[in-house]
């Protein structure tokens, strides 16, 4: 057969016959080739067979291109699709707007950060000598703490400090205004 540009599916695969290799967008002309040289010319033919390895032998692929063989026929997320958890685009959309944060305590910084400091993401903050790094982070280490009763993560958290700038009696103090905060929202509850 003649592979023909993938535009996703054959009139028999449309009609609900028997779907051709080269109709997939997930595989190159070249592979496709490689398959149909060896007979594998439908996703039948495919799964037919007993595994990726049985497949790679057969069809005289290397195991890689097998996998994706049967990634791509069995409709299964491909690397960049289980990177991303196999979700499209718009889904990502939506779980980012939906999103909770660390809340940082300022109602301004959070606004300014879309809720607060994203979970799941790597956040740097910079700045000269003295302008409240440390005491950010550490109130950042005591505000991940916060239930979700309380419109917190209830998170958990590791503080390593490389400096020797931690000061456990400021994170306490920041730990019981946290505290008094929590009380009067569980009052407003």
Known sequence: SNPQPATGMDEAAA???????????????????????????????????QGITA???????????ARLVFQVVRGAPNRFQEALGGRTALELLSQEAARVGISTM?????????????????????????????????????SVHTPATCHGVGGQCVY????????????????????????SCWRIL
Request: charged share 20%.
């Open 55 to 65: 497949l790679a032998q057969e069809a005289g692929v290397t195991f890689e291109e």
């Open 15 to 49: 009609s609900g016959g028997v779907r051709e290799l080269h109709t997939y967008a997930g595989l190159t002309p070249q592979l496709v080739g490689k398959l149909g040289r060896a007979g594998f010319t439908t996703k039948d033919d495919v799964l037919r067979m």
């Open 160 to 183: 390593i400090d490389t400096e020797g700038s931690f000061s456990s009696e400021r994170v306490a103090e920041m730990a019981r205004h946290l505290i008094t905060l929590m009380i």
């Open 106 to 142: 300022s109602p301004a910084i959070d606004q300014m950060l879309h809720g607060g400091i994203p979970l799941g993401k790597l956040t740097e903050f910079c700045g000269v000598p003295g302008i409240g790094k440390t005491q950010f982070g550490m109130q950042l280490a005591v």
